[in-house]
């Protein structure tokens, strides 16, 4: 079998032609004042988006960290001790790790853990999926413009190939990648919870008859219409969420000056490290626990780089750098310096009790809009992470719907939000107290941030190729100090930091259990190909009877025949006029572009009519969406039957089509019919060309097509077309192409069936018993209760066909 090979090259990106050159996606200078009002909405949007979560924290901070046994320090010096901590915390890894430095590492424009593991996948061969082809290798060129591979040193060519060649540590690079994940989906849990109750608590500081129960039901009450609003999608929340945000960090930041002059403007010394270091030569083993609270100060820091498919880099640091950071320092401020002053201040309630009397209730009711806020960051941030975990086989088919036709990244699952709200409200009921979710709030913090360290020094070394001293000077800048938290957050597990380990547990568990049967089965589908001799020595006809109509087959193989094939033909007795293998793979790059999807190339000899289409998609692409699929691929199967016949003196040409299956071609959407030789009619233009039927026959015809649309939902959003051969071209067209396209012209109007194989995977009876397990019965009640791939594809009922096999892996 041949090597699979590219027809043409992939150009740069328009985005990143315009980050490199400053020019637009056509190659004219920027419009530079558009370019600043682009970026100034666009971090307009993210505060409402990105910094909700973050911007709350102030609510929780100082009064998780002063809830311990730092209590009994409670004097100026240490209230000084714990503000320059946290100013310290926010400034070296919010501003310096995520602003200046990780958010530069996107894959192109999106971010998140699944986004490190795609460009260390890209540059290194740490998949653990088989299917990928040298035209994949090609097309991740095209993220990477201006990238020159170095030569590796001994010691990194030592640490390349132990993870490549071992897949053990490859597995534990992808559970890392799947804990880190899972730890942000469970932050979609903590985040409106902690939020939420933290503001209402506010209440019971001049409601003293308000009871803690009642404040859960009327943060349960909140939580169901802030799940319910994730419909609207992220644009209309934006717009409605972001002018809340700021008027609320604009808000923490006049509180803040209003304390700092009222109450002790001496509170700026604290801004010097010497006030650190002399806190914990204090307090010495009770101020290392008190870092479960100082870190509850960077909560929501993550949704910066998970949620950067939604924005840009370069809007987020603005926001950050001008309204998020100086807000959130002169707030922290004043309430050390409101703390210094009145020691007898109820510390559970500092943030209400710094409040001037006559601002309370506004400011309570902006807190509470902002609380509800705070949670959508990390919500959205979910329906990313597990989109991407879908398109990589890391996570059970989910539905995902685009709440925007203009912004693709702007997603919405229904199944995932409920899901998340009712494991919210059962989080809010059951704990019932800010502190103990804040235990559990910061160890998925700090998890999520050791997690990115770890990925981001990888990066460095193979992507950004700057050696060993710069990975290991980021990860004792960074990760020395996140492990500190981490093991601070590690002392709470008991007091509730045992939730989020449990919950990230539990999807890493669903992740890497649906990974593992998706390649098991791939691994299956490998062994089992059909032999190429085996369908030469069934002739054109295969060996039975070739019907009308177009048979497109679904499978996972990227090269080869599937075994359904063959059990398809050896249990009915007729099989389609023209074939068509059909592939849909996910490839470790965010988007592919249209024009760049479908690698199209021929199985057997010409009079075979066998085709084979790999459809590659990015972890960021939804599946299904392309609702033209039939039109286009009979027409990227002419384009290419066209290209082949102009390669045919080539030598090569008679080489692979003696070999059964030969090059593939990347064939792009025909905007240039002439290519093809065909010409696409809509109905009402070819009604001349056409046999007009009986009026009985078309009223039944009509009839039955409505019900077939009512009952198939992809049916009817089809575009109806017919297809013909253009006389032009037809007349200077090589007779064997012409007989070629006219017999896919002929099977395209008699039909298009999908044919799709219905597996059961089981477990070799000599399995081991977590085997058997993981199989039979996890994969398997999986694989039975998600969305199945006819519906993922947005296949017709009444056209499909399934195929029942039983894998034994």
């Known amino acids: 079998m041949n090597s699979i090979d590219c027809e043409r090259g992939l150009s740069t990106p328009a985005n990143i032609v315009d980050l490199y050159t400053g020019d637009d996606p056509h190659g004219n200078p920027r419009d530079w004042r558009s370019y600043y009002k682009h970026v100034l909405l666009l971090a307009y949007q993210s505060c409402g988006v990105v910094y909700g979560d973050l911007s709350t924290s102030p609510l929780y901070v100082f009064k998780s960290t002063f809830a311990g046994p730092l209590r009994r320090f409670e004097d100026e010096e240490?209230?000084?001790?714990?503000?320059?901590?946290?100013?310290?915390?926010?400034?070296?890894i919010p501003l310096l790790k995520y602003v200046f430095i990780v958010l530069s590492a996107d894959d192109n424009g999106e971010g998140g853990t699944f986004a490190l593991y795609s460009l260390l996948v890209r540059h290194a061969k740490f998949s653990l999926m088989p299917n990928q082809q040298a035209a994949d290798e090609e097309l991740s060129t095209y993220y990477n413009p201006g990238y020159t591979p170095q030569e590796d040193t001994p010691i990194l060519r030592a640490l390349r190939h132990f993870l490549e060649k071992h897949a053990k540590s490859r597995t534990c690079l992808l559970l890392m990648v799947l804990f880190g994940a899972s730890l942000v989906i469970g932050d979609g849990v903590l985040t409106p919870a902690m939020s939420v109750l933290s503001s209402f608590s506010g209440l019971q500081v001049h409601l003293h008859a308000l009871?803690?129960?009642?404040?859960?039901?009327?943060?349960?009450?909140?939580?169901?219409?802030?799940?319910?609003?994730?419909?609207?999608?992220?644009?209309?929340?934006?717009?409605?969420?972001?002018?809340?945000?700021?008027?609320?960090?604009?808000?923490?930041?006049?509180?803040?000056?209003?304390?700092?002059?009222?109450?002790?403007?001496?509170?700026?010394?604290?801004?010097?490290?010497m006030y650190l270091i002399r806190f914990f030569q204090r307090t010495g083993v009770d101020g290392w626990i008190s870092l479960g609270g100082v870190l509850l100060s960077m909560t929501g820091t993550e949704a910066m780089f998970a949620d950067l498919g939604h924005f840009t880099a370069t809007s987020i640091r603005v926001a950050f750098v001008c309204l998020i950071y100086p807000c959130l320092v002169l707030q922290y401020m004043g309430q050390a310096a409101f703390l210094s002053k009145t020691p007898g201040c109820d510390i559970h309630f500092i943030f209400f009790q710094s409040i001037p009397r006559r601002l309370f209730w506004p400011v309570l009711l902006i807190a509470t809009l902002a609380a509800i806020v705070g949670s959508q960051a990390v919500i959205t941030a979910t329906f990313s992470i597990v989109r991407q975990c879908t398109a990589l086989g890391c996570f059970p088919r989910v539905k995902i719907v685009h709440t925007s036709s203009r912004i693709h990244g702007q997603i919405y699952s229904p199944e995932i939000n409920w899901i998340l709200m009712f494991i919210c409200l059962a989080v809010t009921i059951g704990f019932r107290d800010t502190m103990l979710i804040g235990n559990a709030y910061g160890m998925a913090c700090a998890g999520v941030m050791v997690v990115t360290t770890l990925l981001m020094a990888l990066v460095i070394v193979f992507v950004w190729q700057q050696g060993f001293l710069m990975a290991t000077l980021f990860l004792l800048a960074f990760g020395v100090v996140e492990a500190a938290y981490l093991s601070a957050a590690v002392m709470k597990v008991p007091q509730g930091g045992w939730l989020p380990l449990a919950l990230s547990l539990a999807f890493v568990a669903i992740m890497y259990v649906w990974h593992y049967g998706t390649r098991l089965k791939h691994m299956f589908d490998e062994q089992n190909k059909v032999s190429l001799r085996w369908i030469h020595a069934l002739g054109p006809s295969l060996g039975i009877v070739r019907v009308p109509g177009i048979g497109l087959i679904y499978s996972e193989l990227a090269t080869g025949v599937p075994a359904v094939f063959s059990h398809f033909v050896t249990n009915l007795p007729a099989f389609h006029q023209v074939l068509v293998f059909v592939c849909v793979k996910a490839v470790p790059v965010p988007h592919v572009r249209t024009e760049e999807r479908h690698l199209v190339g021929r199985i057997g000899p010409r009079d075979y009519r066998m085709y084979r289409c790999v459809v590659r998609y990015g972890y960021k692409d939804v599946l299904g969406d392309d609702s033209d699929f039939e039109n286009d691929l009979v027409l990227r199967i002419a384009e290419f039957v066209q290209m082949e016949a102009a390669e045919a003196d080539r030598a090569s040409r008679a080489a692979s089509e003696g070999a059964g299956e030969g090059r593939m071609a990347v064939v792009t959407r025909a905007s240039d019919l002439a290519r093809t030789g065909l010409l696409v009619r809509e109905p009402a233009e070819a009604e001349d060309s056409v046999v007009v039927r009986a009026a009985t026959a078309a009223t039944e015809d009509g009839t039955l097509q409505s019900l077939y649309e009512s009952e198939s939902p992809g049916l009817g959003n089809r575009r109806r077309v017919r297809f013909e051969i253009s006389d032009v071209v037809g007349d200077q067209m090589d007779p064997r192409v012409k007989e070629e396209l006219s017999a896919i012209v002929e099977a395209k109007h008699a039909g298009v069936a999908y044919i799709m194989g219905h597996s059961y995977i089981k477990a070799r009876k000599s399995s081991n018993f977590i085997k058997k397990f993981a199989i039979n019965i996890a994969y398997n009640f999986l694989r039975k209760n998600c969305r199945g791939p006819a519906v993922a594809l947005n296949i017709p009922h009444i056209s499909l066909i399934e195929v029942g096999m039983i894998y034994y892996v």
Do not use: D, K, M
């Not at 240490?78 to 070296?92: D, K, N, R």
């Open 211 to 273: 009871t803690n129960g009642e404040v859960v039901i009327l943060s349960c009450i909140v939580l169901v219409g802030l799940f319910a609003l994730q419909h609207c999608g992220t644009h209309r929340v934006a717009f409605l969420f972001a002018p809340v945000v700021i008027v609320w960090l604009l808000l923490l930041g006049g509180l803040g000056v209003y304390n700092i002059i009222v109450w002790n403007p001496r509170v700026f010394y604290a801004l010097s490290p």
């Open 78 to 92: 240490t209230i000084f001790g714990v503000f320059s901590l946290v100013f310290w915390t926010i400034t070296l």
